[in-house]
Nanobody
Framework: QVQLVESGGGLVQAGGSLRLSCTAS????????MGWFRQAPGEEREFVAA????????NYADSVKGRFTISRDNAKNTVYLQMNNLKPEDTALYYC????????????????WGQGTQVTVSS
């Protein structure tokens, strides 16, 4: 069992930056691929970024490429999402998730989810 706790969300003006963190319980963090997803009101949950177990391979949604960076520190059981040049359309509840296998962009492949942290970008 893995428990995930996100933090770092908040209110920021367009063009600003935030860094989200997600800390996992347990001693097997490095055996999981980690992903960030987001869900805006009335919208489906969408993939944002993923990072594989040892952090070499990363994937991003086209909408965030060049602006967001995913990273992980396996010694701290933590995955990060650095978000720069934020836009109002980035406003959503951001979730981190963990999986052992399956497609990185597929939410159903993830076994564990955090409770989410709200990001609001004002214009």
């Amino acid at each position: 069992q893995v428990q995930l706790v996100e933090s770092g969300g908040g209110l920021v003006q367009a063009g600003g930056s935030l860094r989200l963190s997600c800390t996992a319980s347990g001693r097997t963090f490095s055996s999981y691929d980690m992903g960030w997803f987001r869900q805006a009101p009335g919208e489906e949950r969408e993939f944002v970024a993923a990072i594989y177990k040892i952090g070499v391979i990363k994937n991003y949604a086209d909408s965030v490429k060049g602006r967001f960076t995913i990273s992980r520190d396996n010694a701290k059981n933590t995955v990060y999402l650095q978000m720069n040049n934020l836009k109002p359309e980035d406003t959503a509840l951001y979730y981190c998730a963990a999986k052992r296998r399956g497609a990185y962009e597929n939410a159903t492949a993830y076994d564990y989810w955090g409770q989410g942290t709200q990001v609001t970008v004002s214009s």
